[in-house]
């Protein structure tokens, strides 16, 4: 009897972008409530994970959804699956500033 086919799930985690200052780079910084060892208060952690940003449509803000794959460099080893939310985009006038031009 052949052994069935194995269906790998890729691990996914959903946080928020921080950073895009790289190129075909985000840094998606996950948030987890977990309780303190000893004192069992609930504690936020923070992580951050460098994911693969192929076209560049993930912005500062971003609420998305990353995706584990193979080693991509020394860093990153996710890949931008989804955006699950926009942040909202401030617009400022140049002539809202109080710069002379």
Known sequence: MADPVKVGHK???VG???STKMTKTIVVAVSRRVPHPLYKRIM???KKFYAHD?????K???VVRIIECR???K????KLGDVIRRAPQV????????VKV
């Open 54 to 58: 192929e076209e560049g449509t993930a």
């Open 16 to 18: 928020e972008v921080v």
């Open 44 to 46: 936020t952690k923070r």
């Open 75 to 78: 860093l990153k080893h996710w």
């Open 71 to 73: 080693p991509l460099s």
């Open 91 to 98: 617009g400022v006038q140049p002539k809202d500033l109080d």
């Open 60 to 62: 500062m803000g971003d």
């Open 11 to 13: 691990n996914e985690k």
